[in-house]
């Protein structure tokens, strides 16, 4: 799993020319201790998994064992504009970093709006795209 969640990071960069946590010789504790939510879900050959960070786990109000694919496409809002994947949604046609606000919904059941989330596919060095990610440092409690 370490070169997926690797791979967060450098795709950010990638794209977006800059990096996404502070240079560090140990990128998935800087992924893990960064002061940002960041998820990651990834395709794989028999489904997919997910990655979240410290901050994340602690906005869904759940630890890691709680979060899963299934959960994302479940305890998102759909307003008609995000669909059911609200928060990876603007990456499918994005090609590239996209911005995206919405209303998402915690392990417990309280909602939250996210303001001005990146989102971005997870694309590796040859071009493959792995799955999407999203970092987002601004929510605001609803209930």
Not at 20 to 46: E, F, G, N, R
Request: hydrophobic share 40%; glycine share 10%; with cysteine.
């Amino acid at each position: 799993m370490a070169p997926k969640i690797e791979l967060i990071a450098a795709s950010y960069f990638r794209q977006a020319r800059r990096p996404l946590v502070k240079t560090s010789d140990d990128v998935i504790a800087a992924l893990w201790t960064a002061p940002c939510a960041i998820l990651a879900q990834y395709q794989l050959s028999d489904g997919m998994t997910c990655f979240a960070n410290r901050c994340a786990l602690e906005v869904y109000e759940t630890d890691y064992l709680g979060f899963s694919p299934q959960f994302q496409r479940a305890h998102v809002e759909t307003d008609g504009q995000d669909g059911p994947n609200g928060l990876f949604a603007a990456v499918k046609g994005s090609g590239g970093v996209a911005k995206y606000s919405g209303n998402l919904v915690s392990c417990r059941g309280n909602r939250f709006r996210v303001q001005h989330a990146l989102t971005w596919p997870l694309i590796d060095e040859g071009g493959v795209c792995h799955g999407q990610a999203a970092m987002f440092d601004l929510w605001i409690a609803l209930d």
